[in-house]
């Protein structure tokens, strides 16, 4: 009977001191159950970042931050810290998130991308669950002591915390100053360890596609409306890309419709619209019609900072 005794009392103590644990450090164990939250928490870790990547997949499989930094570092007397905060899952309210957090960050430079799937319909993905109204008169007993503890134990609420990778993920946000975590947000993990071990290709003059570049005088629509309101204000520097694309996605971006769009983003907020959709990249460095695989990671990143240099060394 006293062991039981002791073995109860031990797992009270450990629940107590879990619960203490939690309740003291939310803002972590929140953003363990989601990859912008968990973006978000690297960056106000991170110290000196001058400049951010924001977008969907297209741009977290584009864009090799250390690979970025350490090549911009070699042509210029500048010296970069940059951070791709780019996440799958993408949508409007996520985007806009993103962007206000980082408007009041240390960042001076935001490369934001253009592309349609950053502006569907969508939810946030967080803090739902407590926006909802609740019929209790539906609930079972089960249903109704779930709700009883979530509303009162943080452990419950965060409980989605609480699975192996997110133990990685705790370590991400206490390393994410010393290590480049952009591997870990994607499939085929080992494979893109591997690559960072390969020597980074020399690419042909041939391979490093040239964007269709919108700077205009003139507005076109109304279509991003909403995100010149939040922008116009801001003494960050603002440039837009649209990675590149397979030849079959070719026509969905690069349009006549997209670029009059991106007159108005160009005239309003002073700034320029890099579109690379409007070169088919070669299939060799596609993974599928969307995303890059590793070596056109490799190449579009260089492309970046053939293309940005200049304007980024005016702001840094």
């Known amino acids: 009977m006293k062991g039981l005794i002791k073995y109860t009392l031990s797992i009270l103590l450990v629940l107590l001191c ?9 803002n972590y164990f929140r953003a363990l159950s989601d990859k912008l939250l968990l973006k978000l928490e690297m960056l106000k870790k991170r110290e000196n970042d001058k400049l951010v990547f924001i977008g969907s997949s297209k741009t977290l499989d584009a864009v090799d931050s250390a690979l970025f930094n350490d090549h911009f570092n070699e042509v210029s007397d500048k010296k970069m810290k940059s951070f791709n905060m780019a996440t799958t899952g993408q ?37 739902e669950s407590e926006k909802r109204n609740i ?3 539906n609930l079972s007993i089960e249903e109704d ?38 591997m870990w947000f994607r499939s085929n993990t ?18 490093l596609i040239q964007p269709k570049i919108i700077s205009s005088n003139i507005n076109g629509d109304e279509r991003f409306r909403n995100l010149i309101n939040l922008l116009d204000t801001t003494e960050k520097k603002i440039i837009f ?4 694309v397979a030849k079959e996605d070719h026509e969905r971006e690069c ?26 990249f070669d299939q060799k460095f596609m993974r599928d019609p969307t995303h890059l ?18 304007e980024i060394e005016q702001e840094i």
Do not use: W
């Not at 890309?241 to 590149?244: F, R, S």
């Not at 695989?293 to 200049?310: P, W």
């Open 255 to 280: 349009n006549d419709e997209n670029h009059h769009s991106y007159k108005t983003l160009s005239k309003e907020l002073d700034t320029k619209v890099y579109d690379y959709t409007c070169s088919a």
């Open 190 to 207: 080992i494979k893109q360890i591997i690559s960072k071990f390969k020597v980074v290709q020399d690419f042909s003059s041939q391979d």
């Open 241 to 244: 890309i649209n990675p590149p």
């Open 145 to 182: 002591v779930q709700g009883f503890l979530s509303r009162n134990l943080h452990m419950v609420r965060l409980r989605k915390a609480f699975k192996p990778k997110s133990f990685l993920r705790l370590f991400m946000i206490f390393s994410s100053n010393i290590f480049n975590h952009d």
């Open 18 to 26: 879990t619960e203490q644990f939690v309740g003291h450090h939310q």
């Open 135 to 137: 019929n209790k008169s």
């Open 91 to 127: 949508n409007y309210k996520r985007i806009f998130h993103t962007i206000k957090k980082v408007l009041k960050s240390q960042v001076k430079v935001l490369v934001i991308e253009t592309s349609y799937v950053n502006f569907l319909d969508g939810n946030l993905g967080f803090d």
């Open 293 to 310: 695989n590793s070596s056109g990671r490799s190449a579009f990143t260089k492309i970046l900072v053939r293309d940005l240099q200049k």
